[in-house]
């Protein structure tokens, strides 16, 4: 496993001391103190708070060093990675996403990386612009009826059923939105959402039992494990199957996926591999940029001013037309809310990395195999580096305050050679629905109070985010 042994000896660590962290109890450590503290986002601010940039935890067998200062995320995330891989936690993912681009390691990994970029270069995304507006426009049409009748959505709902539709769309040409295919993609969907859930649970815990044991929580995991695979599976074959009939085909992502070949050994993938692929794409692409859409009409019901800016600024260019992509660059501000929600609520709000070797991160001393958990969460919220952390202000983002910050103060899509594929692909999709939705409506929040985040994965709503539609 450790192919770095040269690199990491000229890195390693000089320091011999130890971080600070809460001393917690034999075996479990600090583990009962997440309940206590009323779960692992307050666990983990608290432990920052008390402790500094560099926190040693104990969560059961490993010791986890918490690391909050963008200095310390670009040393893990670029400088010093040859010392750090994803680790053993992604053990935990693969029964989900199999050995797919987001899972796999090494030479592997990087192949597939080669083969996969060109698609998602903001050059490449462009291809995805029209499929994306059309899809859009037909959810719009759709809420008519339910606007009109003064109905209440549960918003984050219908924000993942939109970018499910988009991912469809876009990588498989399956229009969800069709009567005969939207039971078998809603049925998907409610198995992706269980699944997702039960990793995230199982992340959250020292000890777990696997898979082959029958518990009701692993029979479930399982049989939506097997819808998917049946839903995409399926789906992935059928298309083979005409490349071989009909000749390669270029018309979304999945083609794309056949179609590719390594320009070094001419190889192309394999139906296992098509799949691992896709089943990544299709789960990391929907619910992390549902996640974010649902957050940010959250967050501007709570900031009328925020969005009165975004009407002005949407009306002024579009004058009731729809979007093309040519129009984003004229949309910068709600591009700047896109970001500014990402900022306090980063889908992807923590992600781990695991050492090779010894290594000192801010003066610690950081052992070989340790868990290293780098939070976008409490790095976007840093008081060092975020004037008025909690305040919702898109104008942070102002290319002049951008040039002004640490690079990686903020980092939503994590950084280095490992960063999000879709990156381009979701701040497109977002950048667009943001416009077209708030051109159409205004959405208003049925429920007094604050909603907090809860962690299932990604950081969500950790209640259902009511809201009733007004045709503007
Ligand atoms: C707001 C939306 C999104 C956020 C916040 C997000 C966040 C992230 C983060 C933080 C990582 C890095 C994890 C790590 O280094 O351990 C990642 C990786 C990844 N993401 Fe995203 N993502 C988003 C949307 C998407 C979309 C739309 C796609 C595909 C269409 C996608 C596909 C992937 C893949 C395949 C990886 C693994 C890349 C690799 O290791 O080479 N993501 N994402």
Redesign the pocket.
């Known amino acids: 496993m450790n192919q770095t042994t040269n690199l990491a000896s000229a890195t390693a660590s000089a320091s011999r001391r130890v971080a600070p962290g809460p001393r917690g109890i034999p075996i479990l450590g600090n583990i009962p103190e997440v309940r206590k503290s009323g779960g692992l986002i307050q666990f983990y601010s608290q432990a920052h708070r008390a402790y500094g940039d560099v926190a040693r935890l104990r969560m059961g067998p490993m010791d986890q060093y918490l690391i909050a200062h963008p200095d310390h995320v670009r040393h893990v995330?670029v400088a010093n990675r040859q010392n750090y891989w994803?680790g053993v936690a992604m053990n935990r993912v693969r029964p989900l996403l199999g050995n797919?681009?987001?899972?796999?390691e090494g030479e592997f990994?990087q192949r597939?990386?080669r083969l996969?970029q060109p698609a998602?270069t903001p050059r490449g995304v462009t291809q995805f612009g029209e499929p994306m507006v059309s899809l859009i426009q037909r959810t719009l049409d759709r809420w008519e009826s339910p606007a009109r009748a003064g109905a209440v959505l549960d918003i984050g709902q219908q924000m993942m059923t939109l970018?499910m539709g988009v991912?469809a769309e876009?990588?498989l040409s399956i229009d969800i939105t069709r009567d005969d295919v939207a039971g078998n993609a809603a049925e998907a969907g409610r198995a992706f959402a269980y699944m997702l859930e039960y990793v995230s649970r199982q992340s959250a815990t020292a000890f777990s039992l696997p898979l082959w044991i029958p518990t009701p929580a692993n029979r479930r995991f399982n049989a939506s494990s097997a819808l998917i695979q049946d839903f995409l599976g399926g789906v992935v074959r059928e298309r083979r199957a005409a490349h071989r009939r009909d000749g390669p085909q270029q018309r979304d992502?999945l083609d794309t996926l056949l179609n590719v070949r390594d320009e070094q050994t001419g190889q192309s993938m394999d139906d296992r591999q098509v799949y691992d692929?896709v089943i990544?794409?299709?789960?990391?692409?929907?619910?992390?940029?549902a996640?974010?859409l649902t957050w940010l009409w959250y967050l501007l019901a709570k900031h009328p001013d925020v969005e009165r800016r975004l009407h002005d600024e949407v009306d002024g260019v579009l004058g009731g037309r729809a979007p093309t992509l040519a129009d984003l660059p004229n949309l910068p501000y709600a591009r700047m809310v896109?970001e500014e929600t990402?900022r306090l609520y980063?889908?992807?709000w923590i992600?781990?990395?695991e050492s090779y070797n010894d290594d000192e991160i801010g003066g610690y001393h950081i052992p070989a195999k340790s868990m290293i958990v780098?939070s976008?969460y409490l790095t976007h919220r840093h008081p060092d580096h975020w004037e008025r952390p909690e305040a919702f202000e898109p104008q942070r983002f102002e290319p002049e305050q951008v040039a002004k910050r640490h690079h990686y103060a903020y980092?939503?899509?994590?950084?280095?050679?490992?960063?999000?594929?879709?990156?381009n692909?979701?701040?497109q999709?977002?950048h667009l629905a943001v416009a077209m939705i708030a051109q159409r409506y205004r959405l208003r929040l049925r429920m007094d109070g604050d909603i907090s985040p809860k962690m299932m994965g990604?950081l969500r709503p950790a209640e259902p985010v009511l809201m009733r539609l007004e045709r503007r």
């Open positions: 995330l994803k797919g681009l987001f899972t796999s990994w597939q990386r996969m998602f970018t991912i876009t990588m992502l692929e990544t794409i299709f789960f990391a692409g929907h619910e992390t940029t996640q974010t896109v990402m980063p889908p992807a992600f781990v990395r780098l976008p980092f939503p899509f994590g950084g280095g050679p490992r960063t999000c594929i879709g990156n692909f979701a701040l999709e977002a990604t």
